[in-house]
């Protein structure tokens, strides 16, 4: 009845005196468990009554209005949301169809846009528009994809183009003042603070993570724009600052509304999943609980039994009155799994997959060095191609911090090659993280942390496992940093305190490769590098460029999870701090390595080559031959590799015909020219950027964004539960040196060894927070959408680049196979290892959860 009295005061006629053009619009309204306003439905059911609707209003692609002097399309006249008062949807989360009736107009001829008015009292996300029965088109498809907010937050209705896809030039001439007022808007002004409603992408450097206002602990130098400390920008957010330097900071309870565009954050799904998960984090025992926790329990393991206690059963807390306190705020569900109530077993964390089958094989050298190439950080082991290792930094400043690894050391390791022959036939291997922690080794040691610059060389074996041979720990010389470094150089050995002695010295390298891994492999090379790019998209590339099309399935949730990440992960005193070695010393470390970054050396086979570990073979299907055969994170990820430059040069070539097309694209010309300039602004007078002049650098520059927003991040993300969920694989900070023969410690050591290890490593409550982070970090929400999928069909009207990504995404299905069929087969050992965990971190698809595998299409965790 209502529908019908609004249909009446609109002018809505129900009979067939004019063609129609039936639409089907599909949305989500706002709901109770995105924890808005429980009035929201009530008062947007009134406005409908009161005519205040939900308008749409077709634009032509092929007539311009000649009542207007800005030649934009002919607007058809406004059609309304059907059924808003009757249509009953969930209190959760979900789509709803909607129809549409609009009445034909033969002078729009082609519909290219829609402009869209929202005259509720709240926003709802609009996600496709379809017209059915166009004359000449039959069905017409607008992605949308967006959050439209009521119309007093715009100047103008939102516009929305059809599926269609152009390059600048080509837009129909009543389309193109549209596309360039859309983008002019997305740029902003660079003013004021930015509210949730608005859409402005722009940037600003690192200047949020300290705070000027709290103690001298809490200040952080600015990241980017000094030659001091450059670094990627991120998105701004216009907050006003505590000092000319520094943004203020959001308080952590409201870390969740910090700015980026509405359409960056998350969607429900990934929302609900990601607050259901940080729910289990010690975030609230730390907080509001630290004490009763530490004064209830020791504040270290006793034994190896006691962190396995973590995975089987979970640590018996005493009575905390905070934990009764939660159940009967939340009494939710998901809370029984997270809060148990089964003996009051509290943090049970998943058993990780490296001791899951065996709960030592950990320990065996074999799978020490097996996880450089298989583990969570398999991008940084080198071929050695000198000895002893010689330093790059600089002599003036740091002395000789050349190896003391002598031959001595090794000559009885290298299965009777001498050392010029094992380097000759390629058999001599470094992990090396002395010359990007020594700098800073100084500074990190005068916090709690106690650890070493390191250098492990490894010999690889007939059987295609690399061998261990020398770990050397490197101090700053106690007379100065001129003076160089402090060296002891630690070989294997397998009974005796000597045994113990060399697990410790691996602890020390694999603390080295945890800080390094998540600070450099996983936050600065896929996490940070990227934004830019996200940002210079939005900015420059119009929904109706085919790059834009390309891109920007890889850029999902990537702005989102980096604003959280600068609330509480990377900020000052934050989890990373807290958990990680460097601690307030650990992003502007990341900083100083950003300086060497190098954007065509993300691409794999130039990585692979730089790194020794391959070298060029046309004859190669891959164009790299490698020199560990049985490496595989290269293996599988050349296949990936090689399956996204094929699909992204098929799809360029069909837009771009020749060189000078891409010369004379604008948009494509001054996209890259603030990615080099701003976005990556403290690297633009680097010599290896591509110039953008030529077709093939554009399809080798959209393959390696593809790749780091995809694979690379997989290969070092989903893998850190299933090796570093059990700390003392992969400790994140030691608090004590090596003992010194004769020493009270060294006596320690001997009479009980398990304990000193895990005295030296991660503390308890830091490992509870580590494993907490990373458990979270691990998962796969419930609406990723993995490489080779699309979140939409109709994502291009375009026949034969829809057909180049079906061939794409059936490529990714056979490369899948032949992984899980080289997991299988015994003759590849480093695949598997002594631990029996599958490499499957390149495996493209995934189920939700924690699997240790899938590859997503964007950094989005």
Known sequence: MFQNIIDAIT??????????????????????????????????????????????????????????????????????????????????AGETAFEVTFNWDEEIGIPGALLVENNHQSEFYLKTVT?????????????????????????KPRIFFT????????????????????????????????????????????NDLGSSKKSSEYYRPVLGGSSEHPYPRRGRTGRKKEDPNTESRLPLLKSLSIYVPRDERFGHLKMADFLAYALKTVAQV?????????????????????????????????????????????PLEFLKEIFRTDGERFLEFPMPQVIKDNHSAWRTDEEFGREMLAGV???????LEEFPPKSKLNRELYGDQNSKITEEHIQNSLDGLTIDEAIRNNRMFILDHHDALMPYLRRINTTPTKTYATRTLLFLKDDGTLKPIAIELSLPHEEGDKYGSNSEVYTPAETGVESSIWQLAKAYVGVNDSGYHQLISHWLHTHAVIEPFVIATNRHLSVLHPIHKLLEPHFRDTMNINALARQILINAGGFLELTVYPSKYALEMSSSLYRIWDFTEQALPEDLKKRGVAVDDPNSPHGVRLLIKDYPYAVDGLEIWSAIKEWVRDYCSFYYKTDEMVQNDTEIQSWWKEVREVG?????????????????????????IIWVASALHAAVNFGQYPYGGYLLNRPSTSRRFMPQKHSPEYEELKSNPEKFFLETITAQLQTLLGISLIEILSRHSSDEVYLGKRDIVEWTADEEPTEAFKKFGKKLVVIEKG???????????????????????????????????????????
């Open 286 to 330: 730390v907080k509001n609980g630290a004490d009763a926790f530490v004064d209830a329990t020791p504040n270290e393991f006793d034994s190896f039994d006691d962190v396995l206690k973590l995975y089987e059963g979970g640590i018996e807390l005493p009575h905390v009155p905070l934990l009764d306190n939660i159940r009967k705020i939340f």
């Open 11 to 92: 002018g809505c006629c129900t009979g067939d005196c004019k063609k129609k053009i039936k639409g089907t619009v599909v949305l989500m309204k706002k709901n109770i468990l995105d924890l808005t306003d429980l009035n929201a439905s009530i008062h947007d059911r009134f406005r409908e009554f009161l005519g205040q609707r939900v308008s749409l209003r077709l634009v032509s692609a092929v007539n311009s209005d000649p009542s207007a002097n800005d030649l934009k399309g002919k607007l058809g006249k406004p059609a309304y949301l059907e059924k808003w008062i009757t249509t009953v949807t969930s209190v959760t």
């Open 377 to 383: 950080n398999p991008v940084l082991i080198r071929r």
């Open 680 to 704: 990556h602004g403290d690297r633009k007078d680097a010599p290896w950027w591509p110039k953008m002049q030529t077709r093939e650098e554009l399809i080798e520059s959209c393959t390696i």
């Open 131 to 155: 017209l059915e029965g166009v004359p000449g088109l039959g069905q017409v498809h607008f992605v949308c994809k967006s959050w439209i907010y009521p119309a007093e937050h715009y100047s």
């Open 163 to 206: 599926n269609k896809t152009y390059l600048p030039h080509e837009t129909p001439a009543p389309l193109r003042k549209y596309r360039e007022e859309e983008l002019f808007h997305l740029r902003g002004n660079g003013e004021g603070e930015l509210k949730e409603w608005d859409r402005v992408y722009d940037y600003d450097f690192y």
């Open 819 to 861: 992984i899980l069929n080289m997991n299988r087969d015994a003759r590849y050992k480093n695949r598997v290892g002594p631990v029996k965990v599958p490499y499957t971190l390149l495996v493209p698809t995934s189920e939700a959860g924690l699997t240790g595998r899938g590859i997503p299409n964007s950094v989005s965790i």
